[in-house]
């Protein structure tokens, strides 16, 4: 079994940056995307961001494109999440995701393993 652990959730008024991190305890597959989603209260978990094995191929939702940025660095199993100009809409919990499959299946919320969640609160 693989796990995910996010990191670097907190509060931060809007403007504001935050870095998330997510460490997968070992390497899940010989080839795998990584994402990151959120959940707001009251709302379906919804895609963020995904980057493919080679970091060639990235997707952002349309709602954080120009805000945010996702790399991985594969040797140590990890993706990031670089946060800028936070808004208050940007409030949820945020989950790391790990899929086999295509950034394009991953897109759809199609993943293998998730991570715990870590919450992010953007104060106005």
């Known amino acids: 079994q693989v796990q995910l652990v996010e990191s670097g959730g907190g509060l931060v008024q809007a403007g504001g940056s935050l870095r998330l991190s997510c460490a997968a305890s070992?390497?899940?597959?010989?080839?795998?995307?990584m994402g990151w989603f959120h959940q707001a209260p009251g709302k379906e978990r919804q895609f963020v961001a995904v980057i493919s094995w080679n970091s060639g191929t990235i997707y952002y939702a349309n709602s954080v494109k120009g805000r945010f940025t996702i790399s991985r660095d594969n040797a140590k199993n990890t993706v990031y999440l670089q946060m800028d100009s936070l808004k208050p809409e940007d409030t949820a919990v945020y989950y790391c995701?790990?899929?086999?499959?295509?950034?394009?299946?991953?897109?759809?919320?199609?993943?293998?393993?998730w991570g715990q969640g870590t919450q992010v609160t953007v104060s106005s």
């Open positions: 070992r390497r899940p597959f010989n080839y795998y995307a």
């Open positions: 995701a790990v899929s086999q499959g295509t950034t394009t299946t991953m897109r759809a919320g199609l993943s293998d393993y």
